[in-house]
């Protein structure tokens, strides 16, 4: 299934999630934990992030070693896997930092041959020990040129000239930012290059988290002026902790609306502060779905639990 057809096709909001591998060395029965959790709410498809090797320098006989250094691997590992155990159309991402073009190249037809027909192509992060993304010295600096190669290798044109080349069958997805990407020098250029990501073949697009109804509705507003005319799933996470006020702006370049702060701060206990992070974020898909939104893209971060208590207060 692609997961354009399956918007397309959906008679109500979808629902999807995103879940990151575990660290190295960790066993994956935490994710089947988690996928137990939130099977039951009917997942229509699940996005399995993919993460650049962390960067570290080590001294050796007096000499410094860059050495890339994978925390999460398994992205690919873990689509096959979770798509074989449960009935589930799997995602992985796939991201330009640390990939020739002819890597990709590669790591494309090995999706293909998986039978993996659905790729969320982005930029990816700048590595960890680095300040800025630095693109392989053959490889893409931006999303849009991923969407391109992919989308060429739909038609059969491969890197070089081959006869009779067999067409890959990727539906692509990509990123959008309602509160502006970081890096983007204003809102007007991150909605030009998102709509040029799309005019390069990308089908739909998710949102980066966001926590106020009116910064999607805006979001959409504006990239529909623009003629970009694809589904645009909001992404949702729920927020349960009082480290997540700071950490989830910092990382993620968001903003929480004060309200929801102020709501969260004033509750007396953790358990109190998960019930309102819970609750706002019920709240926040109700006024997404009133909207006629085409799904909801939830970020799990391997957290079944909290994501299970969304869907049981939205649902319930
Ligand atoms: C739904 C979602 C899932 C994600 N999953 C992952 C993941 O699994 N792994 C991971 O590492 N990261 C992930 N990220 C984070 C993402 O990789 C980062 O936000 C990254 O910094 C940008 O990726 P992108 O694909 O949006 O990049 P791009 O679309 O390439 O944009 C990056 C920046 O470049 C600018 N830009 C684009 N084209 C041009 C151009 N032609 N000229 C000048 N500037 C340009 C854009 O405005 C933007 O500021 C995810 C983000 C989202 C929203």
Known sequence: MHVIDAINNAK???????????????????????????????????NVTYHQPQ????EKDNVIYRIPKRKKPGTVGICASIANRYDIETVPHFICGGFSKYETEDALIDLHFLGIKNILALRGDAAVGERHFIPHRDG???????????????????LEELEDAHPTNFCIGVAGYPEKHFEAANFEKDLAHLKHKVEQGAHYIITQMFFDFDVYKRFVERARKIGITVPILPGVKPL????????????????????MVETME??????????????????????????????????TMGRGNSTRDLLQELMG
């Open 266 to 299: 004033n509750a007396r206990t953790k358990e109190k502060v998960r019930k309102i992070g819970i609750q706002k974020s019920a709240e926040l898909c109700k006024q997404l779905i009133d909207y006629g939104v085409p799904g909801i893209h939830i970020y």
């Open 240 to 259: 349960y902790t009082l480290n997540h006020l700071t950490f989830i702006p910092r990382y993620f370049h968001v903003s929480i609306p004060h309200h």
């Open 140 to 158: 893409h600096r931006y999303a849009s040129e991923l969407v391109k190669q992919i989308s060429k290798m739909n038609r059969g044109v491969y």
């Open 55 to 58: 960067v570290v320098y080590e």
């Open 12 to 46: 109500e909001p979808l629902l999807s999630l995103e879940i990151t591998p575990p660290n190295k060395g960790t066993s994956i029965d935490e994710l089947y934990q988690t996928m137990d959790k939130v099977m039951p709410f009917n997942p229509a498809f699940l």
